[in-house]
């Protein structure tokens, strides 16, 4: 490292002191990331727990977006990689106490799913602070969750009460 330093830095008392501050200056700014100082990306708060996203609900008045998936499944794991990394879906998930459901986790998550009719997966629902459906989609959720789920998200507020 000493070698990358301009010429008359290399032998002066300026690279002992550029050297000896370099441990603190790593440190520091490590330090800041820890901190939320950095800009890493937000990430969507899932709940797993559906008695408490519908009492969170009715709390704070915010629908509930339900998404069903498996390990195993393919347009699940699209969705993860996807729509739910993107910014503009992660601001409006702001709106919506997220919950996410793996019915082959849980008997009571197996109940859960059989009340919502679930047959595939993901199936997404949208339902207010008693469980009621608003809107739903089953199937893959592509990049361009805009055009596509933007709508059914717009038409279940819409429906909250």
């Known amino acids: 490292m000493s070698d990358k330093l301009p ?39 899932w709940r797993t727990d559906y008695q408490k996203a519908l009492a969170e609900s009715k709390k704070t008045r915010k629908p509930v977006f339900i998404d069903f998936y498996t390990d195993w499944c393919s347009g699940c794991q699209y969705f993860d990689n996807t729509t739910a990394k993107d910014p503009e879906f992660i601001k409006e998930s702001k709106k919506w106490v997220m919950l996410k459901l793996n019915p082959e986790k849980s008997a009571a ?21 008693k469980g009621k459906v608003l809107d739903y989609s089953a199937g893959i959720a592509p990049s361009a969750w805009k055009k596509w789920l933007a709508p059914k998200l717009s038409n279940a507020k819409k429906k909250f009460r």
Do not use: W
């Not at 550029?18 to 990306?41: D, T, W």
């Not at 197996?110 to 595939?120: D, E, L, M, N, P």
């Open 109 to 129: 998550n197996t109940r859960i799913a059989a009340k919502y009719q679930v047959t595939g997966f993901p199936t997404l629902i949208f339902a207010d602070s």
């Open 7 to 45: 010429h008359r830095v290399q032998n002066s008392k300026m690279k002992t002191l550029l050297l000896g501050k370099m441990p603190l200056v790593v440190m520091l700014v490590g330090s800041m990331s820890c901190i939320g100082v950095s800009n890493a990306a937000e990430k969507i708060v």
